[in-house]
């Protein structure tokens, strides 16, 4: 296919850069409402390109929402939970594609029917069991419950299954035991799907609201979309501060996408596209 | 360990792999016991009592309470809201992303740019995407309402329209998924072959028939499972509805996680009936889940 000339091509240009537009007026309608001064927040939109900037405004939300102790929070739980569905996953995908044991099928269809029981179901019992733990207001509760991943040990099968059929069976002819096998063999084989996965679960984890919403109630180990959560119910006369707050939140996640945009869609549309 | 000419024949070899394989598989499956199998029982059971007057004591009614939720306004309300929202957001949001991937799929100079801009909103948690637009929408900022001639943006704004609010809501959800429904799309266009289209270019057909002869039916598969992904997420949808609307006005919104979330830990505090309504949610993504897998089985067909 060849790019458009002339007329054709400034037509294009035209809706793209509409389309990008309405795309962005929430975010850009958020950015200038956190660089403006508090008390101008009122002038909208008479004045959506800002005359005045300030940090002021980001400063009093990074305080007001306690933005640093929250993003640390998730990064710390999403990261968590992200290691730990890895090492979950490769261990399980292993003994699914490489070993042969009794009632196989069973235990696969066992982790699969898990993706079919959404957090949303299970909420109110789990919230039961944090309780008798005794783990209210900690992190075990927001990380523990998310440590295993069928959809991780499902892809994951799928990588090692198609490596070469006797792969596994030079590695044996040379020595190679299980271990040093999964270790420098397969999961090196398996390290864009790693990445893809890692990515997918590092970003639920670091979007989810439900759960940490109904386990934590402390300043000290909310996640930051509790943060915005609070931030937005105690400023609803000060919006400006929200709008610094989502801009803020948004950010390091945004970084985070441009830096790894081909694991990103490798990870969303893994079993949507044959890839 | 040596596969030789000895070699131990298949029965052997599983009796010598299981103990490792249960070692692989324990930390996964104990996981799924206590965070899934257990509370999913537990829940149903859950369902057969009601809390006592202080929310304490839990007092047997039986599947009695099953029946009496199940015929109930509330659920029946409930259930409707989740439906309409799903409607609401699911062929809109296929549209705009199959749009946008269209828009951005062939060649020019500066795409990569356009590209990022349409798959940015996968950066937006749904606090972060909810709170930006509770800013448009609010009617005291009034942005969107100046920016737009409709008078159901101005006080009390779209969101305390009862008739609205479901909308508003709406609409910031599929700003939201904009974002994966466009790489969703745009990975689905890149694995149509050229030839097609030059071959119905050959056979005289424009960019219309084009694309409803072959970009649509090319990306059938690609498109029921966006579907029924966003349809499953909508039916999971919580956090926009807590930040923009609770549940209301009245309960216009009140969909049916809203509606589990309110019973079990709002005022009312009547966990067995958020069981049931539970179990309710279980049984319809267990439903959209089972279309799901017949999907994913067409999709090789397709390849």
């Known amino acids: 296919m060849d790019e458009p000339r002339g007329a054709r091509r400034v037509a294009r240009y035209a ?111 789990n919230h039961g069991t944090v309780s008798s733990l005794g783990w209210l207001d900690s992190y075990q509760a927001l990380v523990v419950p998310f440590l295993a991943t069928a959809l991780g040990t499902f892809l994951l099968r799928q990588v090692f299954l198609a490596l070469p059929g006797d792969l596994r069976d030079a590695a044996a002819m040379d020595g190679l035991g299980h271990g040093r096998f999964l270790l420098q063999v397969a999961v090196p084989l398996a390290r864009p799907m790693l990445g893809a996965l890692a990515l997918f679960s590092f970003l639920s984890a670091w979007n989810q609201y439900l759960w940490p919403l109904l386990v934590t109630n402390d300043d000290e180990h909310r996640t930051v979309q509790l943060g915005l959560r609070s931030l937005a119910s105690s400023n609803l006369d000060e919006l400006n501060l929200v709008m610094a707050g989502t801009i803020i939140a948004a950010l390091p996640i945004f970084v985070v996408l441009l830096a790894f945009q081909r694991q990103l869609v490798r990870g969303l549309t893994a079993g949507a596209v044959k890839g | 360990m040596l596969s030789g000419p000895g070699a131990p024949r298949a029965g052997a070899r599983a009796r010598r792999d299981w103990p490792l394989a249960a070692l692989l598989l324990l930390p996964s499956l104990l996981l799924f016991a206590v965070w899934v199998f257990y509370p999913l029982a537990r829940t149903v059971w859950l369902g057969l009592y009601e809390t006592d007057f202080f929310g304490e004591r839990r007092l047997w009614v039986g599947w009695e309470q099953y029946a009496d939720v199940l015929r109930s306004g509330e659920l029946r309300h409930s259930l409707w809201v989740s439906a309409a929202f799903t409607l609401l957001t699911v062929p809109t949001g296929l549209a705009a992303g199959l749009a946008l991937a269209v828009l951005a799929h062939r060649p020019l100079r500066g795409i990569t740019v356009f590209r990022t801009i349409f798959s940015s909103t996968i950066a937006t948690s749904v606090a972060v995407a909810s709170l930006m637009w509770l800013v448009l929408l609010d009617p005291s900022i009034g942005v969107l309402s100046q920016l737009l001639p409709f008078d159901v943006l101005e006080t009390p704004g779209l969101l305390g329209r009862p008739g609205w609010a479901l909308v508003a809501v709406s609409l910031t959800t599929v700003w939201q998924n904009l974002g994966f429904t466009f790489v969703l799309m745009t990975a689905g266009l890149q694995s149509v072959p050229d030839e097609l289209y030059e071959a119905a270019r050959v056979d005289g057909a424009g960019a219309w028939l084009r694309f409803w002869h072959v970009t649509v039916p090319m990306l059938s598969p690609v498109l029921l499972f966006g579907a029924v992904v966003l349809t499953i997420s909508g039916f999971q949808s919580f956090g926009q509805i807590d930040l923009l609307t609770d549940g209301g006005p009245g309960d216009a919104t009140s969909v049916l996680v809203w509606s589990i979330y309110d019973n079990a830990f709002g005022a009312s505090a009547q966990e067995g009936v958020a069981a049931v309504q539970a179990v309710v949610l279980f049984v319809v993504v267990l439903v959209l889940s089972a279309v799901q897998f017949t999907v994913l089985d067409k999709r090789v067909h397709y390849g």
Do not use: C, H
């Open chain 1, 15 to 125: 809706v793209l850069v509409v389309v990008a537009v309405v795309v962005l007026t929430p975010v850009y309608v958020s950015l200038v409402g956190a660089l403006k001064p508090g008390a101008r927040v009122l002038d909208y939109p008479r004045s959506l390109v800002p005359d005045s900037l300030t940090l002021e405004t980001v400063r009093r939300a990074w305080s007001s929402g306690d933005l640093d102790r929250t993003m640390l929070n998730s990064a710390l739980v999403a990261g968590a939970i992200t290691v730990g569905q890895l090492v979950t996953s490769v261990l399980a995908a292993y003994a699914f594609a490489f070993l042969r044991f009794p009632w196989k099928p069973f235990w696969f269809g066992l982790f699969v029917s898990t993706l079919m029981v959404p957090t949303e179901v299970t909420v109110l019992a």
